[in-house]
């Protein structure tokens, strides 16, 4: 059975030092590529070697029309073809629609490789100081202000009972706004990181209790950023 390789991208932008070397052996190695993104894909190919051939590969790009997608993939499996997977910031699989295919190679009994590569979900919990043995990634939180309120009362409430990290993200344009709405509902002495842009040269990954934040308030709009919530000691 071929072999599938999990293909990181930087996060930042240009941020080409934080995929190690040995990626583009990997990418060399296979004969499909799924990309989350193909022409960022293309892009983030050439920025770390610049003399791969492009068109050389089979290209496909993972939308929501899943049973396409997977009809492709299994086909290239059958075919006995290397594929890479490529998510468009990070690591496949992880906050990633890349984990549909790689739940089917599963399946079809292929080796899977993930390779190393920068994760803003490990890179914040690690500099955050907040407890890395038991944390939780919740993705996005509800939209709706009041179902919004409600979830973060309840993640700061299980944080509390469990000693746990709740991790999560909002779209960049309405960070501004959730960074308020925590704020306003969490408990003076719970613990908020805020890290944003993370890995590039303007890199801020902070931790504060909610009252110090409402003295030093970050402008997080349009800006990537992830939250990690600590309440307790």
Same mark, same amino acid.
């Given at each position: 059975?071929?072999?599938?390789?999990?293909?990181? $991208? #930087?996060?930042?932008?240009?941020? *080409? =030092?934080?995929?190690? *070397?040995?990626?583009?052996?990997?990418?060399?190695?296979?004969?499909?590529?799924?990309? !989350?993104?193909?022409?960022?894909?293309? +892009?983030?190919?050439?920025?770390?070697?610049?003399?791969?051939?492009?068109?050389?590969?089979?290209?496909?790009?993972?939308?929501?029309?899943?049973?396409?997608?997977?009809?492709?993939?299994?086909?290239? %499996? +059958?075919?006995?073809?290397?594929?890479?997977?490529? $998510? !468009?910031?990070? @690591?496949? /699989?992880?906050?990633?629609? /890349?984990? &549909?295919?790689?739940? %089917?190679?599963?399946?079809?009994? @292929?080796?899977?490789?993930?390779?190393?590569?920068?994760?803003?979900?490990?890179?914040?919990?690690?500099?955050?100081?907040?407890?890395?043995?038991?944390? &939780?990634?919740?993705?996005?939180?509800?939209?709706?202000? $009041?179902?919004?309120i409600k979830?973060?009362?309840?993640?700061?409430?299980?944080?509390?009972?469990?000693?746990?990290?709740?991790?999560?993200? !909002?779209?960049?344009? +309405? =960070?501004?706004?959730?960074?308020?709405?925590?704020l306003q509902? @969490?408990?003076? *002495?719970?613990?908020?990181? %805020?890290?944003?842009?993370?890995?590039?040269? !303007?890199? #801020?990954?902070?931790?504060? +209790?909610?009252?110090?934040?409402?003295?030093?308030?970050?402008?997080?709009?349009?800006?990537?950023?992830? #939250?990690?919530?600590?309440?307790?000691?």
């Amino acid at each position: 059975m071929p072999s599938i390789y999990l293909i990181p $991208s #930087f996060i930042a932008e240009n941020a *080409t =030092n934080t995929i190690p *070397t040995y990626i583009i052996h990997s990418v060399r190695n296979c004969q499909v590529i799924f990309a !989350e993104n193909e022409r960022t894909a293309r +892009r983030f190919l050439k920025s770390i070697d610049a003399s791969i051939i492009i068109d050389d590969f089979e290209w496909h790009t993972i939308h929501k029309s899943e049973s396409q997608q997977i009809s492709h993939f299994k086909d290239a %499996v +059958r075919s006995n073809k290397n594929i890479a997977i490529i $998510s !468009e910031a990070g @690591c496949p /699989g992880v906050a990633d629609p /890349g984990q &549909e295919l790689i739940a %089917v190679a599963q399946e079809m009994d @292929c080796t899977i490789k993930p390779l190393v590569g920068p994760s803003s979900i490990l890179l914040a919990l690690m500099a955050s100081g907040m407890n890395g043995q038991q944390f &939780e990634f919740i993705g996005y939180l509800p939209i709706d202000n $009041s179902e919004r309120i409600k979830k973060i009362k309840e993640l700061e409430l299980q944080s509390a009972k469990n000693n746990s990290t709740k991790i999560f993200i !909002e779209t960049p344009y +309405r =960070n501004n706004q959730l960074f308020e709405c925590l704020l306003q509902n @969490c408990n003076p *002495t719970t613990k908020l990181c %805020v890290g944003k842009n993370i890995t590039s040269q !303007e890199e #801020f990954i902070v931790t504060k +209790r909610i009252k110090e934040w409402k003295q030093h308030k970050p402008e997080l709009h349009k800006i990537p950023t992830i #939250f990690l919530l600590h309440a307790g000691s």
